[in-house]
């Protein structure tokens, strides 16, 4: 069974960063696909960033595209989202994922273990 728990979620001004980490255990890391996902209140959980399971491809949604960056520590066995230029927009829960495919990044149901979610508030 899979474990994924984020952390580095918190309050940030708008135009700031924030790194949020989500650490894997359970399985061998480097068979897994990892994405990330976020939701705001009243809003469906939304893709935001994933990385296939040998880190050679990214993927991200056309609202984060240049200001998030996807990365993966395989001797870590952590998958990081680096968020710079945040905007009020962003603030949602942000819920780390692992799936076994590498298809179908951009949708949840290519997904099997899911995070229990880190809060990111941006303020303006």
């Known amino acids: 069974q899979v474990q994924l728990v984020e952390s580095g979620g918190g309050l940030v001004q708008a135009g700031g960063s924030l790194r949020l980490l989500c650490a894997f255990s359970?399985?061998?890391?480097?068979?897994?696909?990892m994405g990330w996902f976020r939701q705001a209140p009243g809003k469906e959980r939304e893709f935001v960033a994933a990385?296939?399971?040998?880190?050679?491809?990214?993927y991200y949604a056309d609202s984060v595209r240049g200001r998030f960056t996807v990365s993966r520590d395989s001797a870590k066995t952590q998958v990081s989202l680096q968020m710079n230029s945040l905007k009020p927009e962003d603030a949602a829960v942000y819920y780390c994922?692992?799936?076994?495919?590498?298809?179908?990044?951009?949708?949840?149901?290519?997904?099997?273990?899911w995070g229990q979610g880190t809060q990111v508030t941006v303020s303006s």
């Open positions: 994922a692992a799936g076994g495919s590498n298809c179908g990044l951009g949708g949840s149901a290519s997904y099997d273990y």
């Open positions: 359970g399985r061998t890391f480097d068979n897994y696909a």
């Open positions: 990385i296939t399971k040998s880190a050679i491809s990214t």
